[in-house]
Each structure stands twice: as structure tokens, then as C-alpha cells.
Nanobody, 122 residues
Framework: QVQLVESGGGLVQAGGSLRLSCAGS????????MGWFRQAPGKEREFVAA????????DLLASVKGRFTISRDNAKNTVHLQMNSLKPEDTAVYYC???????????????WGQGTQVTVSS
């Protein structure tokens, strides 16, 4: 059983930056593909970013390409989402997720974190 804990959310002005972190425990972190999702009020949860177990494959939601970067450090059991040039429409609860492969992490992850709130003011 893998436990995921997100951190780094907060309130930021439009154009600002935040770095989200997700710490994994309870399993072999390095074998899992990792992802980030978000859910805005009144909307469905959507895929934001994914990274393969070794970092070799990365995928991003089209609307965040060029602004967000996903990375991981398997030695520290962490995955990060660097968010730059934030917009009010990026406001959401951001969730970390893990799955046994890169395709699955984007659709039906095996594990979820509890989420961290990101609020971007205009």
C-alpha cells in the first residue's frame, strides 16, 4: 500500500509560481509512474501531468505546457510539479497519484494523495 502526501499549495497572484511536492511511502516508489490531477469547484477531476518511473516519459495537459514541469527524485521518494505563470483558471485542488505504468497513471491511478489547494488570484 502506497501513501502519498502532497504539500506546497497556497495562494498566489496571477503570474506567480508554486512548487508542489508529493512524498511517497509504504512501497517501492521508484517502480511507479506518478501523476498530478486537479479538480476545480464544480468541475470533474482532470489529468495535469505524468512522469514514468525513471523520468524518461513525461506528459502534460495541453493548457499547462510551457508553464508546468513535472519531475521526480526516486532517491527521496518525491515527485514535484513546478507551476509558473499561474492563471486564475489553474485554481483547484491538486492531487498526486501513482500507478504501475505511465498509461494507467493518466486514467485510473492505483493510489491518490489527499490533495493540496492552489488558489490563483487575479
Amino acid at each position: 500500500q502506497v501513501q502519498l502526501v502532497e504539500s506546497g499549495g497556497g495562494l498566489v497572484q496571477a503570474g506567480g509560481s508554486l512548487r508542489l511536492s508529493c512524498a511517497g511511502s509504504g512501497g517501492t516508489f521508484g517502480i511507479y509512474a506518478m501523476g498530478w490531477f486537479r479538480q476545480a469547484p464544480g468541475k470533474e477531476r482532470e489529468f495535469v501531468a505524468a512522469i514514468s518511473w525513471n523520468g524518461g516519459i513525461r506528459d502534460l495537459l495541453a493548457s499547462v505546457k510551457g508553464r508546468f514541469t513535472i519531475s521526480r527524485d526516486n532517491a527521496k521518494n518525491t515527485v514535484h510539479l513546478q507551476m509558473n505563470s499561474l492563471k486564475p483558471e489553474d485554481t483547484a485542488v491538486y492531487y498526486c497519484a501513482a500507478a504501475t505504468n505511465s498509461a494507467k497513471v493518466k486514467t485510473t491511478p492505483d493510489y491518490w494523495g489527499q490533495g493540496t489547494q492552489v488558489t490563483v488570484s487575479s
